[in-house]
């Protein structure tokens, strides 16, 4: 069963601190992951893409790792500011086909 | 550019009563889709488009009916609300196939079936 997991389910940090939110996958037979912000009250909005053959891309201080044998991703948010507070949706889309999961998010909340 | 717009951001609806959500894009986009997204799961796609007139069923179809008379709108309608149907509804248009671009997303609907 294709499924993305997600973790934490919430976190929260200081604002300059540094974070990393976790994704593991199942999706098979695996195109590409993205990493979404959504902020309260709005739609999602797309911060980075990678296909199999990349394991890292950066967006300012969003950086996303893809590890395409384990099967994880991680987003990794450095110098973190009260406007990261959000939730940050992990999505995985399958090669052929219209298949496209969606984890359920991490919320991150960012106090000063 | 406004991107994708949704009507309405917010509506109450009595259980058996009807009602049309519409999505608007203006970036010229053949594909378009109709989320849901409720507590503690992913967002689940309902039902999506590949271009004008055309419309093919998502994960979660059931109790929802779509409409692509227009490339720039997206219709989705619910021809007898059931209190399930409570959720967020977000839209999205993207240049191609889901997944495989950059899929740009409405401000979401929040509907409540009482």
């Known amino acids: 069963k294709n499924q993305v997991e997600q973790s934490p389910q919430s976190l929260i940090i200081l604002e300059g601190k540094n974070c990393t939110l976790q994704c593991n996958y199942t999706v098979s037979p695996f195109s590409n992951l993205r990493w979404y912000k959504q902020d309260t009250g709005r739609g999602p909005v797309s911060l980075t893409i990678?296909?199999?053959?990349?394991n890292t891309k950066s967006n300012g201080r969003y950086t996303a790792t893809l590890d395409a044998d384990t099967k994880q991703s991680s987003l990794h948010i450095t110098a973190s500011q009260l406007s990261d507070s959000a939730s940050y949706i992990c999505?995985?889309?399958?090669?052929?086909?219209?298949?496209?999961?969606f984890g359920a998010g991490t919320r991150l909340f960012v106090k000063a | 550019n406004a991107g994708v717009t949704q009507t309405p951001k917010f509506r109450v609806l009595k259980t058996g009563q009807s009602m049309t959500l519409l999505c608007a894009q203006d970036?010229?986009?053949?594909?378009m889709y109709w989320y849901r997204q409720d507590p503690g799961m992913g967002l689940r796609l309902i039902h999506y488009s590949v271009g004008e007139g055309t419309t093919a069923k998502g994960e979660v179809p059931d109790g929802y009916n779509v409409s692509r008379l227009k490339k720039q709108n997206f219709l989705l309608g619910l021809e007898s609300a059931a209190p399930s149907q409570t959720s967020v509804y977000f839209c999205?248009?993207?240049?191609?196939?889901?997944?495989?671009?950059?899929?740009?997303f409405g401000q979401g609907t929040r509907l409540t079936v009482v």
């Open positions: 999205a248009s993207s240049y191609s196939r889901e997944g495989h671009t950059e899929a740009f």
């Open positions: 970036m010229n986009h053949e594909y």
């Open positions: 990678m296909t199999f053959s990349e």
């Open positions: 999505v995985v889309s399958a090669a052929g086909g219209f298949k496209t999961i």
